[in-house]
């Protein structure tokens, strides 16, 4: 617990005995100047109370505007994270719409595109060959075709001619 708000509990606790001190000291007929002490010390524990109530509720405030300032913030964040990902959504589509359209210019056929595009993600031959139930020999035949139709000379030249452009 925060010392202010010991402070505050003390405080409080002191207020609330001198109160009952005061109270039943002056129905047993204590002097009066004893009766004047307490209440001198009651009206201590209230400015103490006070004192560190005002702290506590400075603090609260402060940390509850730093909240809001950090949900605020978040927020904001969130949004340009929807936006980025709308433009990375969008930039993906249109390269894939440029990679598309090569292989259009190239006169790739529909197996060829389909290979031509696995190749770029990486895949090997193999992989390649189980993924579309074929044979390996006839993966790199397609491959072969693939590398003559866009005029490169192995994978590595294929995928960077998309991606010298991004880089």
Aim: aromatic share 12%; net charge positive; proline share 1%.
């Amino acid at each position: 617990m925060a010392k202010s708000i010991r402070f505050s509990m003390f405080f409080g606790a002191l207020c609330v005995l001198a109160l009952f001190d005061i109270y039943f000291d002056f129905n047993h007929g204590i002097p009066f100047r004893h009766i004047i002490f307490e209440i001198l010390v009651f009206l201590t524990g209230l400015i103490g109370l006070n004192y560190f109530a005002i702290v506590v509720s400075k603090k609260y405030k402060s940390q509850h505007q730093t909240l809001e300032a950090l949900k605020s913030d978040m927020g904001k964040k969130d949004r340009e994270l929807v936006t980025l990902s709308n433009k990375v959504k969008s930039y993906k589509e249109e390269f894939r719409a440029e990679v598309e359209n090569t292989f259009k210019t190239w006169h790739l056929t529909k197996t060829e595109v389909e290979i031509a595009g696995l190749l770029l993600k990486g895949l090997s031959l193999k992989e390649i060959a189980e993924l579309r139930g074929s044979n390996e020999r006839t993966v790199r035949s397609q491959c072969s075709s693939i590398y003559k139709k866009s005029k490169r000379q192995s994978r590595s030249q294929l995928s960077s001619y998309f991606l010298d452009d991004l880089i």
